[in-house]
Every structure is written in C-alpha cells, then in structure tokens.
C-alpha cells in the first residue's frame, strides 16, 4: 500500500481503512513515513473531518504504539482540556486517593494562554514528574495517585504527532484531539474515565456546540474502548478560582484542601470527584458526595497529597509554609477605574498576562518564572468600587509588565448593574 494513495484518498474525502489507519501510525512511530507526508495527512483529516469509526481506529493504533499501565482495583482518570486558573488535577487526585480509588494522572505542560499541570507542581522544590511506569504503578498501589509527565513507552505515536501538528496549524481538529486526548487516558489503564471539556474565550473550544461535540466524541471513544467515560462541559469564559500561574495556584490548592478554597474551584472539584468516585462503582450518588467533603473535613486529602509531594522527591514542608515556594518581589495593583460591577473577565487575556509575565512560555525552550503570576481580587459578578483592586499582577521582571498590565485591563469589562453570570457547569454527556 503506497502511502501517497492514502494521502490522496483522504484528500477527496474518502473515509479512511483500520489497516490505512494502523499504516499511517506505525509509520509516524518508526520514522518510516517521512514528516512532510504524514504532515500533509494531518492537513487533510483537518479539511475533510473523520468518522467516529475513523477516530476510534485512530485512537487504538495510537495506544497500541507504546505500552498500557495495568492498574489493580477499581481505577478511574480525569482529563481536562485546558483552560487558565485550572488546577483541579492537584487537589482532586488526593481527594479521590483519600476515598479509596485509584487515579493516575498523566499531565501535560503549558499550551499557549492556558497552564499546564506539571509546571504548576513543579513549583514544590524537588518534585519530580518523570518517574518510571514502574515508579508510577508502584506509586498507585501505595499512594492511590500520582501526576507524572506523559512517558516514552505510553503512547509514543502522539508524541510525534502532536509535535507535528502544533508546527503545522493542523491542531483545531476535534478527532485529532479526541484521539490525542483518548489515546493517552486509555494507555493510563484506568477502568472508567471522567472528562472536563473547558468551553470559553480561555478554552480550545470556544463555543458550546463544538465543546459539545467533542465531549461526544471522547465519551464514544472511551465508551467503545470498554472504559465507563462521562464528560462535564465547563466555563472557562473567566478564569477558574483566584490564582493563575504555578507557585500560586499550588497554593490555592493547598488551601483548597484546608477547606478554604475560592467557590467556583471547589464546586468544581466536588462535581468531578464525585462523579469519579460514582464511575468506580463503589459509592451511589449520595454517598459520593459525601465521602468527597469528608476527605476533605477530616484533612485525609491534605495527607494524601503530602504523600504524594514526599514520595516524588518533593518537600512536604509547603504544605504548612508556603514561603518554601517561588514567589515574586513586586507586585502591581489594576485598580478599577469607577463604582460598578465586574461583568467580563476574559480567561485568554488573563492568561497571556500570566505568560508576560513570565509564568508561561513564548517558545519550548523558555524557561518559566514559576513565582509569577495574577492574582484575582474580584470575580465577575462582584461589586467594585473606584480604586478598588480587581487584579493583582505578580512578576520578578518587568519586561514583560507593560504588556501584562495592557492585557489585563483588556481582559476587564464593568457594567452598572450586577451581569447574568454564566453556570460553571453548562451540561453533561453520557454515552449513547
């Protein structure tokens, strides 16, 4: 089979075969195909779509390049599809932990405006996200969770992939990023899987019908896989909680499972685990919701997420003193300008003025100022008066502070009577 025909086939749209399919993956994997045919592939799946069969097919060949993790016990994941202020991961998985099922976490790095889960942790001195599988496994087994970096052996097709299709604007593809994010959850081994599909100005999807159809989508892959899978549809039109950046989103969270987390991420995190905890069949309903506030009252999950900093070589002691974390020297005040009511807080704006400001990468190559970052005084819906703090800017270098301050009151919109505030979950999708 040449691999020109492929690409010619799905260039006038025909639907593509499993062996065509498990060609092209295997070939991107070995090296076999060069990148400029598996490039010019991409462009056409992007222009002439996939069917469902084709992503599930997709999908398996891209697990099917690397290894799969064996979990014992009932097991679920979480995924989420990004967006800025999101660090649900870091106080989920030791709330989920703590309630007795197991969670691993495979977390990827910053993408553009939105943050990224391991640059977020790394701010613990010392903690470390490139363990082994076996480190990972044995991790599950004693711990209950563990977030680590995505691995050589788990999924290597999409590692490939991805770093193909972010050089060659063939990223906005809803089955090339349902079979990116799938094939990774699936490679994790978990038994059922739960998905936050952000939807928003700081989300890849912007618009609610098309997060809709990617959640869809991901739930038929997972679901057809034999992984009981549900997705949430979330807002991410504004930030989520108060913090945005890494050192001080690790302290949100913290404080999160102290019991002192700001209303939207605590929701949040209750909805998620909850449902988790539901899909592991071993709490109804009731119970789920219960036995997540529990953990949470009782300080279960605040010692389960020392554990977890502890057993992967980071230091535990931030938990109680968060000046053992990065933090910044100067900070800058953007002060509303007259009485009103904050209406509009554009997440993608925000997190382009965390990225200024250094907490974010321009290029691969940067490196991140992990004590950088903004800070929300005010969230949309809340009353403001003139000179009143609304954000807070946090930097050790002022380079970036012009254009971080330019975007942040870009990012602001006041109205004289309280908005409509949009509900932070907008739906669910379960399998067909």
């Not at 690409?7 to 400029?36: M, N």
């Not at 554009?346 to 974010?360: E, P, T």
Request: aromatic letters at 4%.
């Amino acid at each position: 089979m040449s691999f020109v025909d492929v690409i010619a086939r799905k260039r006038v749209g025909h639907s593509l075969s499993r062996e065509e399919i498990d060609l092209f993956v295997d070939g991107v994997t070995t090296a076999r195909i060069p990148d400029y045919q598996a490039s010019a592939l991409l462009m056409a799946i992007v222009l002439r779509g996939m069917t469902d069969e084709e992503a599930r097919w997709l999908t398996d060949a891209m697990v099917r390049s690397g290894t799969r993790v064996a979990i014992g016990g009932p097991s679920v994941g979480k995924h989420s599809t990004g967006g800025v202020g999101d660090k649900v991961s870091i106080m989920l998985a030791p709330i989920v932990a703590a309630c007795g099922v197991v969670l691993p976490k495979m977390s990827g790095r910053g993408l553009g405006h939105t943050g990224g889960t391991l640059d977020k942790i790394e701010s613990i001195p010392g903690f470390r996200v490139n363990l082994s599988l076996e480190e990972f496994t044995r991790m599950l087994g004693e711990v209950g969770t563990s977030i680590i970096g995505q691995t050589a052996s788990l999924a290597p097709a999409d590692k490939k992939l991805y770093a193909l299709r972010d050089v060659t604007a063939t990223v906005p593809s809803i089955p090339l990023i349902a079979a990116s994010v799938m094939c990774k959850k699936l490679a994790e081994g978990a038994g059922a899987l739960v998905l936050d599909v952000k939807c928003g100005h700081g989300a890849f999807m912007k618009a609610e019908p098309e997060a809709r159809e990617l959640a869809r989508l991901l739930v038929a892959i997972g679901s057809h896989s034999g992984v009981r899978t549900e997705a949430l549809i979330t807002s991410m039109d504004a930030p989520l909680g108060r913090a945005v950046g890494n050192a001080v989103e690790v302290v949100e969270c913290i404080e999160g499972l102290k019991g002192r987390g700001p209303d939207d991420l605590t929701a949040l995190v209750v909805a998620l685990a909850s449902r988790i905890l539901i899909l592991s069949e071993r709490f109804d309903p009731g119970g789920a919701d219960d036995a997540v506030r529990r953990a949470v009252a009782s300080g279960a999950a605040l010692d389960r997420l020392r554990a977890v900093i502890a057993w992967q070589g980071g230091d535990p002691g931030v938990i109680d003193d968060y000046g053992r974390l990065p933090g910044a020297t100067r900070r800058q005040a953007i002060a509303a300008e007259r009485d009103g009511y904050v209406a509009d807080l554009r997440a993608d704006l925000i997190g382009r003025a965390s990225m200024a400001l250094g907490a974010g990468r321009q290029r691969v190559e940067d490196e991140i100022d992990r004590g950088a970052g903004v800070v929300i005084a005010k969230k949309p819906g809340e009353q403001v008066r003139t000179g009143e703090t609304i954000l807070e800017l946090l930097y050790n270098d002022d380079r970036g502070l012009g254009e971080a301050s330019a975007l942040a009151r870009d990012a602001l919109r006041l109205s004289d009577e309280p908005p409509a505030v949009a509900p932070l979950i907008l739906g669910t999708v379960e399998p067909s």
